[in-house]
């Protein structure tokens, strides 16, 4: 018997001949060799299973459980040493005459054994021949002949590193054997690819855990602490559509888990297929939150997490040879980025689209923008799939139409809701099945003094007191005002019990608030947080938002105060939901509206039940009973709403895409659209045909859109092609290319003020009106270079003078310019000072506001880049925008960039890190989160892991990045 023979090394196989099971070979399990029982049940093996181990495997993952590997209990080397001293002990001691030198590893194998390509292999290339004895002369690879020879025997380890460092070094030709086995090992890659395409519901599973490795579910519960899944999770991950990767649409209630089965899916898709994913998601808040919570999965599987929202994103993304990615963005950015894939002929790479909140659909110009995403991927993509997740619609067939999708619901809550509404002291329980609706439930039990009721009109403090502290509690209130004043209110009649409740962390919490602004803080948050109460609206900032939710969720605040965007975009959780009116602003609530709200009653393994509570007026509620007995809104396309404007952008873009080229491409393409399936409900007045049409006439004279000679063909135009590259709104483009004209005529340089108007969005002008005697103060304070530029673009000082004293102005200007011409002072202000709170005082404008025109306009300076590459009379343009759009990004001082660019870091986090020493990207990712949440105050170890896990997923991203540019440069032509 051979020496390795003797040893056990085996040498695993990947084959596309599938194995009869009769006989124990070294692809037998152990525990049917009679070896050690399996600790987990095996995963299906042979056939597909052995086909995609080598190409779909994590290298850190085994899906094959117990089979045995190359590697097994030890490496392979230590392996071969050790058989190796055994045969030279043999040597040794061996009679005359006799020879025991052993032969190749792999000959130990018969060819009984050997895989059909190896065969193969060995049948068309001749094979190395089989050891003999050794010459006395070889004194390279001879053994020792006797006790008293000093010559030493190089291991056999040894000369296989030699070997491969050999190989290494050795020119790039390769023989006609490598050739072929390359040839084979090719053919066995293409017969795995084929037959991942057909996998089918009787051949689901790659792994253990619903297709994945056993790895993951040890990651789900390492870092999100899940056990299980719900029984319709398990469900819905097993349905024969998403085996098969048909196309699907699912709704639950809010709170029900929607989103772990996407993240299953989308892991399945990155590990097993191979492919990249695009995650939609409706807010940049939310996409952040997704990178931080991925980057810990994408670090252990191998994977990459991109951000696209704001300003960032490439396009197109870089093209990654080796490893997967998954894009998470807002439907802004997903559009440009599915663009950019079409353009660059890489729309296949993406193997899933995921869409959260799909119900948005049908919200206005966003909804326009989803849909014009999808019905792209539809169109140009065979092979890609798409799973939307939504609340329960009026009209899911339609979608399911457009999206040619199958359909799963399930009403599973993890906490059971109840809903009741109150009139004057009076609670009644919500019955839709009841003729009367309304069922007495209760009379409130609070004692109120005339002071007090006069305060306190809809007893809130008795509907609060009930639950808090013991227990949380949302309010939702009509208006951002509402909201402070109904916080402070309900403070002024709290017992001083409260102050006491874990006074230390509302301390910390209320420094770290002080910190996020510089030293200021909110007068509402100082007074309310001591009894832990704050409020929540989107006039705070973006880092005192996420302070307040962070310490809601840890139960330093038991109650918010908070609008209506709350519901829509952050999981918080209450044990009772408390509307304070059935109005949003003026408006009376939707029936979609008011599930979300409702929908945070309950938090999972918290509360057994969770509890809504509607205050009514005695004329509101007739309206009250048809909201609760309502059946959901209906969705509808939004590419004909403002004249058609989703409709114009989505026809121009298809032009550029060189998808369509004819009016009837055009209309073979909405085939594909949810207007399409709704054209009889939508187009009642005039046919489909005819709104392209009149979108085409319009594009022409638009100068974005022209004809052949023959007016056969359309093709876009400079300006059109810039448009569409752009994201540019087509109600601005042609605005934006007068603007950038006139500015090239005489731009400053000296100050950035100039490119700081060319980059304000022209969307939000309507949104702040000027306070003229700010105006002129902060005009008089610039310099006489820029006091000239702002006459130039139409804002004169004599303008501003006479507005500020009140005087009528006779000369026509533009509104307009002047407005944006006042925001394009408070961003300057803003990129000077970096200091938003100061800026948001002297401006007499919400600091909420001022940070949200910083982040629009960083966004609109990344599309006017964009508008600009496409322009050559425009290249001055590029190399400031570039920069400007970086500081705009971020608005802090220049060392805080790098910090800033990870997902999660504000400005005084990062302000923590860099006076800590962690003053680059590279020290971040290298830290130690342990080390990490003890050297910088008030970082919990698990907020300190993901933003060491987003400093490396980020570092990687560049890493990759700057390779794949090396190996493009490389590349042989």
């Not at 909140?357 to 995403?373: F, N, V």
């Not at 006491?500 to 947080?529: D, H, I, M, N, Y």
């Not at 409709?647 to 594909?672: E, K």
């Not at 008089?780 to 006459?791: F, G, I, N, P, Y």
Request: glycine share 6%.
């Amino acid at each position: 018997m051979h020496a390795a023979g003797k040893h056990g090394i085996q040498i695993k196989r990947v084959s596309s001949r599938k194995r009869s099971r009769d006989r124990n070979t070294h692809l037998t399990p152990v525990g049917k060799r009679g070896g050690a029982t399996c600790a987990q049940p095996c995963p299906r093996a042979g056939g597909l299973g052995s086909i995609m181990a080598a190409e779909f495997c994590s290298d850190s993952e085994d899906l094959f459980g117990d089979y045995d590997s190359l590697l097994e209990d030890s490496s392979l080397l230590e392996k071969l040493d050790h058989a190796e001293q055994l045969e030279f002990t043999a040597l040794r001691h061996k009679e005359p005459g006799e020879d025991v030198l052993t032969d190749s590893i792999l000959d130990v194998l018969g060819d009984e054994d050997l895989p059909t390509s190896q065969r193969l292999f060995e049948e068309q290339v001749d094979r190395p021949p089989k050891r003999s004895r050794p010459q006395d002369g070889d004194a390279a690879s001879s053994p020792l002949r006797d006790a008293g020879d000093t010559r030493k025997r190089r291991s056999v380890a040894d000369r296989m590193k030699r070997a491969m460092l050999c190989n290494a070094a050795a020119p790039s030709s390769v023989s006609r054997g490598a050739t072929m086995k390359e040839a084979v090992v090719s053919e066995e890659i293409s017969i795995a690819m084929r037959a991942m395409d057909s996998v089918c519901a009787e051949t689901p599973d790659l792994g253990p855990f619903f297709g994945l490795p056993s790895r993951v579910k040890e990651l789900m519960f390492k870092l999100r602490g899940i056990q299980g899944l719900y029984d319709w999770q398990q469900t819905c991950l097993n349905l024969d559509c998403v085996q098969q990767r048909k196309n699907l649409i699912y709704s639950l209630p809010t709170s029900g888990g929607k989103t772990l089965v996407a993240e299953i899916l989308v892991l399945r898709e990155l590990l097993c297929r191979r492919k990249d994913c695009l995650f939609i998601l409706p807010y940049i808040s939310l996409v952040q939150e997704k990178v931080r919570g991925l980057a810990s999965f994408g670090l252990e599987l191998d994977f990459l997490v991109e951000e696209y929202a704001g300003s960032k994103g490439r396009f197109p993304p870089v093209k990654r040879r080796n490893n997967r990615s998954v894009y998470i963005a807002t439907i802004e950015k997903a559009h440009s980025l599915v663009n950019s894939l079409i353009e660059s002929g890489r729309v296949e790479d993406l193997g899933l689209v995921v869409v959260d909140e799909l119900h948005m659909l049908g919200d206005g110009s966003r909804g326009a923008i989803i849909e014009m995403t999808l019905a792209k991927v539809l169109f140009t993509s065979k092979s890609t799939q798409i799973i939307g997740m939504s609340a329960t619609l009026g009209n899911i067939k339609d979608l399911q139409t457009f999206l040619r999708a199958e359909n799963y619901t399930n009403d599973f809550r993890p906490v059971q809701l109840k809903e009741y509404v109150k009139l004057t002291d009076t609670i009644y329980e919500v019955d839709p099945t009841q003729e009367e609706c309304f069922q007495f439930s209760r009379l409130l039990n609070f004692k109120y003094s005339s002071s007090m009721q006069k305060v306190d009109p809809d007893h809130i403090i008795a509907l609060v007191t009930e639950v808090i502290p013991a227990h949380s509690c949302l309010v939702f209130c009509p208006t951002k005002k509402n909201c402070e004043n109904v916080v402070g209110m309900i403070c002024k009649y709290l017992k001083k019990e409260f102050l006491a409740l874990r006074q230390q962390e509302k301390a910390v919490l209320l420094g770290e608030l002080r910190a996020s602004g510089s030293g200021s803080a909110c007068p509402v948050l100082r007074r309310t947080v001591p009894y832990g109460l704050a409020y929540h609206h989107s006039g705070l900032t973006s880092e005192e938002r996420k302070l307040v939710e962070e310490a809601y969720s840890n139960g330093v605040l038991c109650l918010l105060t908070c609008t209506s965007t709350l519901a829509a975009g952050v999981n918080l959780p209450a044990r009772r939901v408390i509307l304070r009116s059935p109005y949003v602003a003026s408006d009376f609530l939707k029936r979609s509206q008011y599930k979300q709200m409702v929908g945070r009653a309950g938090r999972a393994g918290i509360d057994a039940v969770g509890e809504s509570v509607l205050i009514l007026q005695d004329a509101d509620r007739d309206a009250a009973r048809t909201l609760v007995l309502a059946p959901m809104e209906k969705c509808y396309s939004n590419l004909l709403r403002d004249g058609g404007r989703g409709l114009l952008s989505l026809i121009l873009s298809l032009i550029g895409l060189n998808i369509s080229s004819s009016v009837g491409c055009v209309m073979d393409f909405l085939c594909v659209t949810l207007l399409c399936v709704q054209q009889e409900a939508l187009c009642a007045e005039t046919s489909l045909k005819e709104e392209v049409q009149r979108c085409v006439d319009l594009l022409k004279d638009k100068d974005l859109v022209t004809e052949t000679a023959q007016g056969q063909t359309l093709q876009v135009t400079k300006l059109g092609r810039a448009t569409f590259k752009g994201s540019v709104d087509l109600t601005y483009s042609d605005l934006l290319y007068k603007d950038l004209s006139k500015g090239l005529e005489g731009l400053l340089l000296n100050s950035c003020l100039h490119l700081v108007y060319l980059v304000t969005p022209y969307d939000m002008i309507t949104q702040c009106r000027p306070d003229w005697m700010v105006f002129f103060r902060q005009f008089t304070l610039l310099t006489d270079a820029e006091q000239k530029m702002s006459a130039a673009v139409g804002v004169p000082e004599s303008f501003i003078a006479r507005k500020a004293a009140g005087q009528t102005v006779r000369k026509p200007v533009s509104m307009e310019v002047v407005s944006r011409m006042y925001l394009a002072l408070v961003l300057f202000s803003l990129l000077k000072e970096t200091n938003l709170w100061s800026v948001s005082e002297r401006f007499h404008l919400s600091r909420g506001f001022v940070q949200s025109l910083l982040g629009s306009s960083s966004a609109f300076c990344s599309c006017v880049l964009h508008f600009t590459e496409e322009l050559e009379e425009f290249w001055p343009f590029r190399a400031l925008l570039t920069e400007l759009t970086r500081r705009l990004s971020y608005c802090v001082t220049a060392e805080l960039i790098p910090l800033m660019e990870v997902a999660g870091v504000m400005e005084s986090r990062a302000k923590q890190l860099y006076n800590a020493g962690y003053r680059t990207l590279s020290q971040l990712a290298n830290a130690d989160p342990a080390l990490l949440s003890t050297t910088i105050e008030n970082l919990f170890p698990k907020r300190a892991n993901q933003i060491v896990a987003s400093a490396k997923m980020l570092l990687n991203e560049k890493a990759a990045a700057l390779q794949e540019e090396v190996d493009e440069l490389l590349m042989k032509p």
